[in-house]
T-cell receptor
Framework: DTGVSQDPRHKITKRGQNVTFRCDPI?????LYWYRQTLGQGPEFLTY????????KSRLLSDRFSAERPKGSFSTLEIQRTEQGDSAMYLC???????????????FGEGSRLTVL | AQTVTQSQPEMSVQEAETVTLSCTYD???????LFWYKQPPSRQMILVIR??????QNATENRFSVNFQKAAKSFSLKISDSQLGDTAMYFC???????????????FGKGTKLTVNP
């Protein structure tokens, strides 16, 4: 297993366009997280899944954002009608969690950098 | 609300010296894990060290150790014998539990930018 992979690594788009990011977690990991990170800031939680169930979605996510994890494997994060404020690094991470207490470390992908012109 | 505070936006240290990065947090939970992550420039985030809140012994991983003060809700990271490769952003992370119960999400501080100078 090569770890968490994200695609594309970089995306430049014009305001108003839709973009989709994909994350492939470590195969045996049941939890998958999406974070957004702007320059010099810590990752901001967006949403996370346990298997295919989306357990929480941040209030940071407007209706233009949607995430899915069909079959509990890879996940996609779609941003519709992009705005310049959406420009950021979108990080995906996965972990193996048991019960309700997350005891494991997060394994991060290299991120997908979005630039909205 | 659960928060994570890293009060030092930037720090610098000379190679081979020791530096301590601070992190305070607020939680009403009694059993949880805390983490320090490192994000080198233009590279992905990796785990540095993990502390189990119910363990009194401070975690240690080679040159990295923590000073965990549960009552004070403080979780600082000490880096001994600093190396140039330690230059990175360091983030403290704790789980945030929803008030209605259930699984937690993981919340990061704003980070401390550490520069190790030769």
């Amino acid at each position: 297993d090569t770890g968490v992979s994200q695609d594309p690594r970089h995306k430049i788009t014009k305001r108003g366009q839709n973009v989709t990011f994909r994350c492939d977690p470590i195969s045996e990991h049941n939890r998958l997280y999406w974070y957004r990170q702007t320059l010099g800031q810590g990752p901001e939680f967006l949403t996370y899944f346990q298997n295919e169930a989306q357990l929480e979605k941040s209030r940071l996510l407007s209706d233009r954002f949607s995430a899915e994890r069909p079959k509990g494997s890879f996940s996609t994060l779609e941003i519709q009608r992009t705005e310049q404020g959406d420009s950021a690094m979108y990080l995906c991470a996965s972990s193996l969690a048991s019960g309700t207490l997350n005891t494991g470390e997060l394994f991060f992908g290299e991120g997908s950098r979005l630039t909205v012109l | 609300a659960q928060t994570v505070t890293q009060s030092q936006p930037e720090m610098s240290v000379q190679e081979a010296e020791t530096v301590t990065l601070s992190c305070t947090y607020d939680t009403s939970e009694s059993n949880y894990y805390l983490f320090w992550y490192k994000q080198p420039p233009s590279r992905q985030m990796i785990l540095v060290i993990r502390q189990e809140a119910y363990k009194q012994q401070n975690a240690t991983e080679n040159r990295f150790s923590v000073n965990f003060q549960k009552a004070a809700k403080s979780f600082s990271l000490k880096i001994s014998d600093s190396q140039l490769g330690d230059t990175a952003m360091y983030f403290c992370e704790i789980p945030k539990f929803p008030p209605q119960g259930g699984s937690e999400k993981l919340v990061f501080g704003k980070g401390t930018k550490l520069t190790v100078n030769p």
